[in-house]
């Protein structure tokens, strides 16, 4: 009778456990999409017409939010999620532990509203080095979003193990 | 009976054909790794120290070797795969079809030698843009390698649909 | 004798108004300095060990630091004037004025302290994006700096003008 | 009378060197912009539209053309003389003594006929790690070019000397 009763508590716990997850998980993304929708008013994307802001939320929960900022020599440019990465880093954190990128492009007639944006192949790289099982929120105009782990999105991925560094 | 002939014949038809697209794989793999392997002893990486190459197989079965070309400034730097890619697309080249990358350090005691090296998530990208169908073949430094593809090592893949260019 | 004390007077203002932009100048150095050796602290620089600090200061004279933030596929890193000058243009700036960089490494025997560091090629192309007659502080690790402009670093600089945009 | 023989012998031979040199020179520039008049070609430039050649000397007087590449994800691309230079290591160079580069828009309202074309800032970087004392010849539509050392297009360079490597 007691272990039955011990048995249902423990459910109870994990039940109400997953549910606070979900529901944290669920405040996280709202609040990261909220910031890189904000920070995506600041980008310059001349070249691309194509406007992105990204949130990257640190181990300590600080939220901190970037732009795409492009170059006439396309190669210097550097994406939405890259910018709030290093803004982060330069800012004394290290370890990211979700991030959000939403994005659209300027030129109405380019707009696809329900198109989750996902992060480059770059900026994947860029983001495992500062990966602690990262959840990343792939956010659409329309303000719908999916949710991966950058373990999903870079598998098998090349990083400092390889270099033995 | 005429029917369970036909079937029989069938069976035999597909297997043969697995057994020759897989044979076909084996060989391209090998002649892929071979290349990446000869244009390795090229590469310029007195940084890191890390020489790899890469070979990429175009539609037309023509193979292009690349290795890494790094620089002071380490941004300004090119990987093995992307500079096999750039080869194969200033010789005209369009489509790819296969990519192998191998590499080990120059320094003795950072050699890993049974690690299959994965592209990263920049070279990734970098592939994605001529993708068709691509497989890619990571070598380790005792010769072995796994078989994955790019859909695999970039799902959910940003790209000109994006932009909607 | 008016015209002689006109003349005399406005000699002195002009002399002057020299002076208070060569203290202006010397003071913003000092700033953007000071700033770029803050940042400096928060550089990730794990592969190459060369610890970069950078500051912009933008039309309104705000000061914005960076660091260098590094990557184990080096390409995908970001010198530290580019991490100052992404999180300036995503704090809503356009213009930036002067720019200091400072950087040494974090391996004693490869400390080369009187020498002064300058922007590479990229952070050059990506400081001309925004570039309002800037003045660039090269600084080295004991403190002296030279002075010279990004027009001076950079001449005959491709820019959106080629591209017609 | 004999002195002034000699002296006259001395000067007709360096006025004839001169002239080798500046044929050579001429030869050369004609040379490396029809190779990058032919590498533009095969050009992947559909977000830029901007359609770039280049070609490398080597120090054996080897010539190597490239093309720009570019990516969906912008900052992902190659620029056409970082395809020539890494074309040129990939098969075993290591000095370039000359560099060509020639570009404009696929879109004819966009062209600028006498314009000539420099490299941006980051190729210039990269073009650095193989300077051997290097002439570029910056070439426009029309055929003018105008010829300039790499020396001058970077001054105060940030190079491998600054890392003591």
């Given at each position: ?10 459910t109870i716990l994990i039940f109400t456990e997953l549910q606070i997850n979900s529901m944290t998980e ?140």
């Open positions: 009778m007691q272990n039955c009763s011990l048995y249902l508590l423990k669920e405040s996280d993304a709202k609040k990261l999409i909220a910031a890189a929708t904000a920070a995506r008013q600041h980008a310059y994307c001349r070249y691309s017409e194509f406007r992105v802001g990204a949130a990257v939320m640190t181990e300590d929960r600080t939220i901190i939010g970037g732009c795409n900022v492009e170059n006439a020599s396309f190669p210097v440019g550097i994406c939405a999620e890259r910018t709030a990465i290093v803004k982060a880093v330069s800012e004394g954190h290290k370890s990211i532990i979700a991030c959000a990128v939403i994005g659209w492009s300027d030129v109405p007639q380019k707009v696809i509203p329900d198109t989750c944006l996902t992060p480059c192949g770059m900026c994947r790289q860029a983001l495992k080095e500062f990966d602690k099982d990262m959840t990343i929120y792939c956010a659409a105009k329309d303000g719908s979003y999916e949710t991966v782990t950058l373990a999903e999105l870079l598998p098998r991925s090349f990083a400092s193990k390889n270099l033995n560094v």
